[in-house]
T-cell receptor, first 111, second 114 residues
């Protein structure tokens, strides 16, 4: 069964305190792993797509990496405006058109 | 360029009623997907449409239906509303070209069923 698990569920950081979020996945034939940011009450905002193990993508203070079983979202020197829920998703191996999401990691950055 | 748009923003209905949610994809996108997101969970797939045809359906009851119009906009219909249908309903569109492309989400419609 396709599955995406994110950890931790919640993370509190001080401004400037770097950390990583984890996304582990079980899917037959990975066809892309996607990271999104979601602010409360709003739709998810696309961040990154990763297609193969070893691939890395960067955007400002965020860097996403991919292995054969998991992905990490590294946040370097976070700021309060980075506070949000970060979602990870993969395309289902069974229902190929469906994105399967994890429950997300809620990040809070205090100044 | 305009992103994915959805209407209405908020909606309050009572049990047993019917609701229609609307979505316009990003210009040039032909694929539209619908997701349901309850509080504290990730979005859950409901439908995908491409070129007006249903290409995928999630594990939702037949009370949920959708369609796509010639201009690629889409409607999600839910009949006989239940309290458990209260959620944020998200629409997403994908760029053309096939393959496993990223999906771009709209702001969502917040449905409350009383």
């Amino acid at each position: 069964e396709d599955q995406v698990t994110q950890s931790p569920e919640a993370l509190r950081l001080q401004e400037g305190e770097s950390s990583s979020l984890n996304c582990s996945y079980t899917v037959s034939g990975l066809r892309g792993l996607f990271w999104y940011r979601q602010d409360p009450g709003k739709g998810p905002e696309f961040l990154f797509t990763l297609y193969s193990a070893g691939e890395e993508k960067e955007k400002e203070r965020l860097k996403a990496t991919l292995t054969k079983k998991e992905s990490f979202l590294h946040i370097t020197a976070p700021k309060p405006e980075d506070s949000a829920t970060y979602l990870c998703a993969v395309y289902s191996g069974e229902a190929g058109t469906a994105l399967i999401f994890g429950k997300g990691t809620t990040l809070s950055v205090s100044s | 360029d305009a992103g994915v748009t959805q209407s209405p923003t908020h909606l309050i209905k009572t049990r047993g009623q019917h609701v229609t949610l609307r979505c316009s994809p990003i210009s040039g996108h032909k694929s539209v997907s619908w997701y349901q997101q309850v509080l504290g969970q990730g979005p859950q797939f409901i439908f995908q449409y491409y070129e007006k045809e249903e290409r995928g359906r999630g594990n939702f009851p037949d009370r949920f239906s959708a369609r796509q119009f010639p201009n690629y906009s889409s409607e999600l219909n839910v009949n006989a509303l239940l309290l458990g249908d209260s959620a944020l309903y998200l629409c997403a569109s994908s760029p053309p070209g096939g393959g496993a492309r990223e999906q771009f989400f709209g702001p969502g419609t917040r449905l409350t069923v009383l």
